[in-house]
């Protein structure tokens, strides 16, 4: 198991605790925060709006088929 993995699993349990909803953070915990190789994930602003989209998607975000790309990348941040 990585480190990341680790990482992943004890904020997994740490939200839980908190009274987060499982179907929500889920989809968040389990994003990658490191992409292929070990190279750090782009941030939000250089994603495309369709990237955003189906990252909102797993997040559950709502009224997200109707948000611009700033939208998208506040909600995204902020959920």
């Given at each position: ?14 939200l ?8 929500k953070?889920?989809?968040l915990v389990?994003a ?6 070990g190279v750090?994930?782009k ?11 189906q ?5 559950g ?12 990348i506040?909600s995204?941040?902020n959920?």
């Amino acid at each position: 198991m990585t480190n990341s993995e680790v990482n992943g699993k004890q904020q997994y349990h740490g939200l839980l605790k908190e009274g987060y909803n499982m179907e929500k953070i889920t989809p968040l915990v389990n994003a990658p925060i490191v992409g292929v190789n070990g190279v750090k994930a782009k941030p939000y602003n250089e994603w495309t709006k369709e990237e955003l989209y189906q990252q909102a998607i797993k997040a559950g975000i709502p009224g997200r088929s109707y948000m611009n790309k700033k939208s998208l990348i506040n909600s995204l941040q902020n959920n």
